[in-house]
């Protein structure tokens, strides 16, 4: 547990010591209550199962509730709630009856971050590792800033930190408009893309629009930090009003890299800025999309002063972030080994990205890959692009949709995504029904060198250590948190 630090600026939050997050184990929710535990409030929390971050929140002192009843929130000063948290739970029943304040999650952030230097980080893709880049950097440099972050930095070994510094770094959720609560100093956007889109009302204009509204957010001498090669942001980028940096690979990009080269899990490239001499770094991430999050990176650390050392050192340490690209370990096959990957990718973006790293890392592998749909509403959504996507893979084995409290939706399943590649002719995806032992059917189609890929938002999350521990593959052999092999 991080100690309460009095050098750290303290939120106004006057009349409120008692704080409680209905789902707490939520990772867009843990963060914050961390933090607020270690600025001394009094943090309580419920949720629907125990889990290694419930138990982590009690070690540090939160109260925790398994389960949602009325009564868990009768002591609170101030109700945290997540977008999938709705009116009908009791704990809010009961916090509205008694006017008891009910915010979102972004409402609380915003709130830890109105009185201090706050760095928000949006886009559909990339948040987590760009955070957790901007982090690292900053704690490299001596900075040693406040995060909160929607993954686990594996060299902190939590998604949230209190730092001593004026800093808080966070990322910015436009699943649900709720980053228009943030008034951060510097702000990120990676790229926007379809998604969440009921949100919005499935009208893409007006996600766009409020990207521009977010980025207004800022003040008049904040800093708007964008991606010119996402094409989305560079229609967008005549209509922001606030200083601007660019970054991209592109020649008219503020910030760009130059020479990228990729070695396995590292990628290598040369950094222009303007009035600055070229700058040689190198990531322990694969692909361009990981580029991308250096250089926005680069851009914010730059800018506030960070040595150029601590940049070289603080992207080369990055230890990575948990389920994106996370290399697990070696598994034992016939001839040789499998290296098993865990990834969350789950839009046809993040996965066409991850696919194309492993074929720049790996050439000579084939990717066998266990895939699961999340949302059935995305899966119809996006549907030709899933198809598209998917039918990279060598091997492909398709899990069901995972609902995430959805209703099906005819035609947007997975047995129904299977046909589809099908027809394309040039794959043969494995359909596999709910509660299915993986193992048993993973091995036989393994052959020595494979990359093996399990990727997904839902609870495909618990497949790799499975593998990993399972008797099929006695002798695997485990990676280190770094993501290179022990």
Known sequence: MVENRKAMPQPEMRRIRRIHFVGIGGVGMCGIAEVLLNLGY????SDLKASPVTERLESFGAQIFIGHRAENA????????????NTSNPEVATALERRIPVVPRAEMLAELMRYRHGIAVAGTHGKTTTTSLIASVFAAGGLDPTFVIGGRLNAAGTNAQLGTSRYLIAEADESDASFLHLQPLVAVVTNIDADHMATYDGDFNKLKKTFVEFLHNLPFYGLAVVCLDDPVVRE???????PTVTYGFGEDADVRAINVRQQGMQTFFTVLRPDREPLDVSVNMPGNHNVLNALATICIATDEGVSDEAIVQGLSGFQGVGRRFQVYGELPVDGGNVMLVDDYGHHPTEVAAVIKAVRGGWPERRLVMVYQPHRYS???DLYDDFVQVLADANVLLLMEVYPAGEEPIPGADSRQLCHSIRQR?????IYIERGVDLAPLVKPLLRAGDILLCQGAGDIGGLAPKLLNSPLFAGAIVAASEGKLK
């Open 236 to 242: 967008i980028l005549p209509l922001i009003k606030r």
């Open 425 to 429: 002719g040039q794959l043969d995806p």
């Open 74 to 85: 009768a002591n609170a000063d101030v109700l945290v709630v997540s977008s999938a948290v």
């Open 378 to 380: 995305r899966t119809r």
């Open 42 to 45: 009094q943090v309580s929390g």
